[in-house]
């Protein structure tokens, strides 16, 4: 995968997303609880959440830290946990919880920690196939709860969280009844296949090449659902973000399957396509809140999901991903 086209989760806001005091506050206490050093915390990136590198937590080296938005429910924060150690048992490299007690609540936010996976950076499209395969092979797990794959329920909520001066009200009329549309549409598709174990989230920056090998990281949506849905994501890299062509061949032959020829290329045209390019409507939407400069891109992706299927919206798009981006500062937490 080019990280040059991925959506903007971390370089959104990148160095302008500061810890807030509550933040800073749940840091500080949760590692304190853990006996983990906060000193010299830096801030990798933030969306929902703050996930910062502690580079002295422990002598057995850095460990990472993830704040939780205050809204986060902690059985969904606990199943991230408890899902990373299943995928390490069952042979997916991820990030390892650290720590004794997890997930710690402090100052109105849960906090979680892992084992620092290091700055490998981001997998390739021949890296990724065979451990989506891996992922998609494993025996669903009765005792996680994982939720069943439900995109257009959370999508909405984010949708209806975006305030006036970024999405006005003909156009969050028009995205939420598209965002219903689609949900609808993804209900009723009868996709081939069994329910698999999903990442639901496979933006390149939630994969990392590690020491150990290529890893999946940011569990937040894994959850049930067609195999499809995982496999799209590389598939609309290319459709979306212009990403190389080849790179997306290589992925479907490691892989064993094109997401966008399956049935005719109908279920991808129809439905998988239009919830990547929402997706990415909201993702650029959530970024313009906190950083203005993504308001002309939020409104192009906007203009591309409302003229998806006509002739001058042909793919790819050529989204951008990398505007205003800085790297963060380190965050003093002492």
């Known amino acids: 995968m080019n990280p040059n086209h991925t959506p903007p989760e971390d370089t959104a806001t990148a160095g302008t997303a500061a810890l807030t005091a509550s933040a800073r506050e749940a840091l ?11 000193r010299g915390a830096r801030l990798l990136h933030r969306n ?10 422990s002598p057995g080296g850095p460990v990472i830290a993830k704040v939780h938005h ?19 048992e069952g042979g997916i490299l991820t990030a390892r919880p650290a720590g004794t007690r997890f997930p710690v609540l402090a100052a109105g936010h849960l906090v979680t920690f892992t084992h620092d996976l290091g700055d490998g950076g981001r997998i390739s499209s021949e890296e990724l196939a065979p451990l989506l395969a891996r992922l998609h092979a494993l025996p669903v797990p009765g005792h996680l709860d994982l939720p ?9 909520t984010r949708i209806e969280r975006l305030p006036d001066h970024v999405l006005g009200p003909a156009d969050r009329h028009w995205l939420t009844g598209h965002a219903r549309a689609l949900g609808d549409l993804f209900t009723g598709t009868n996709w081939p ?7 639901g989230d496979l933006a390149t920056q939630n994969t990392l090449r590690s020491k150990a090998g290529p890893a999946l990281i940011d569990l937040e949506y894994v959850s049930i659902g067609p195999a499809h849905y995982d496999l799209a994501f ?30 005719g ?58 505007i205003g981006y800085t790297k963060p500062p380190a965050t003093s937490v002492a």
């Open 28 to 38: 500080v206490t949760a590692c304190a609880a853990q006996g983990f050093d906060p």
């Open 48 to 57: 929902h959440h703050w996930v910062l590198r502690l580079p002295s937590a």
């Open 70 to 88: 205050s809204s986060a429910a902690r059985a969904a924060v606990t199943r991230q946990v408890l899902t990373a150690q299943w995928l390490h």
């Open 148 to 156: 069943r794959l439900d995109p257009a329920t959370s999508l909405l």
């Open 193 to 199: 296949g069994r329910p698999v174990v999903l990442h």
């Open 234 to 263: 590389p598939a609309w890299t290319r459709d979306g973000f212009g990403g190389d062509p080849e790179n997306y061949r290589q992925f479907c032959a490691a892989y064993g399957t094109d997401v966008t020829t399956v049935d």
């Open 265 to 322: 290329g109908e279920p991808y045209a129809r439905v998988l396509a239009p919830l990547r390019a929402a997706v990415g409507v909201v993702i650029a939407l959530e970024a313009a809140v906190r950083a203005p400069d993504w308001a002309d891109e939020a409104a192009h992706r906007l203009a591309c999901a409302r003229g998806q299927g006509g002739p001058r919206f042909a793919y790819p798009w050529h989204w951008s991903s990398a």
